[in-house]
Antibody, heavy 126, light 110 residues
Framework: QVQLQQWGAGLLKPSETLSLTCAVYGGSFSGYFWSWIRQPPGKGLEWIGEINHSGSTNYSPSLKSRGTISVDTSKNRFSLKLSSVTAADTALYYC????????????????????WGQGTMVTVSS | QSVLTQPPSVSAAPGQKVTISCSGSSSNIGNNSLSWYQQLPGTAPKLLIYENNKRPSGIPDRFSGSKSGTSATLGITGLQTGDEADYYCGTWDSSLSAAVFGGGTKLTVL
């Protein structure tokens, strides 16, 4: 059974860099996209970006190039770095496994997310 | 402003049926498969429906999905108090080259 375990700093000051890592246990790392999704307090889900085992990435246009997702296939881990954080980046951050193929089509990125990490609350405050 | 549009809230009595709509465009719902998620309070989202109308193992058949054109619907029958949650639709947007979600719908079982 595949499980995702994530960790990272939970309290940051404005202008610092957010850093989170997600480890994949119990399953194949290839054949999926590995995503970061966040949820501000009391709000909905916002997709941040994703990476596959070969290092191909997709990012949300709204990040304005602040985000970098990397992968370490030797450890079945992937990481998120988000630079120049502000209070607007305060959120519960999830890692998730993404499916990019249906039974009939494959897309450029994930259309569904079947396994989620436990979430990491990141607060940005001076 | 979410790319996919959902009603903020819906409600129904226990045992009844409820539907939640999700509307988009040709660059997302119209040409790509849709997924639905249930998020119970204080927990991570759970995949309910994938590929428009398929249920992962373990999801009861009280949950169903359908899609027509650029809109989709999640149906829940035999409502239970345990179904009270936030529900999200999601898909890939080929124009944005990004995964997108609806704003979420809060289901209240009265």
């Amino acid at each position: 059974q595949v499980q995702l375990q994530q960790w990272g700093a939970g309290l940051l000051k404005p202008s610092e860099t957010l850093s989170l890592t997600c480890a994949v246990y119990g399953g194949s790392f290839s054949g999926y996209f590995w995503s970061w999704i966040r949820q501000p307090p009391g709000k909905g889900l916002e997709w941040i970006g994703e990476i596959n085992h070969s290092g191909s990435t997709n990012y949300s246009p709204s990040l304005k190039s602040r985000g970098t997702i990397s992968v370490d296939t030797s450890k079945n881990r992937f990481s998120l770095k988000l630079s120049s954080v502000t209070a607007a980046d305060t959120a519960l951050y999830y890692c998730a496994r993404g499916w990019y193929c249906s039974s009939t089509s494959c897309y450029g990125g994930s259309y569904a997310f079947d396994i989620w990490g436990q979430g990491t609350m990141v607060t940005v405050s001076s | 402003q979410s790319v996919l549009t959902q009603p903020p809230s819906v409600s129904a009595a226990p045992g009844q049926k409820v539907t939640i709509s999700c509307s988009g465009s040709s660059s997302n719902i119209g040409n790509n498969s849709l997924s639905w998620y249930q998020q119970l309070p204080g927990t991570a989202p759970k995949l309910l429906i994938y590929e428009n109308n398929k249920r992962p193992s373990g999801i009861p058949d009280r949950f169903s999905g359908s899609k027509s054109g650029t809109s989709a619907t999640l149906g829940i029958t035999g409502l239970q108090t345990g179904d009270e949650a936030d529900y999200y639709c999601g898909t890939w947007d080929s124009s944005l080259s990004a995964a997108v979600f609806g704003g979420g719908t809060k289901l209240t079982v009265l």
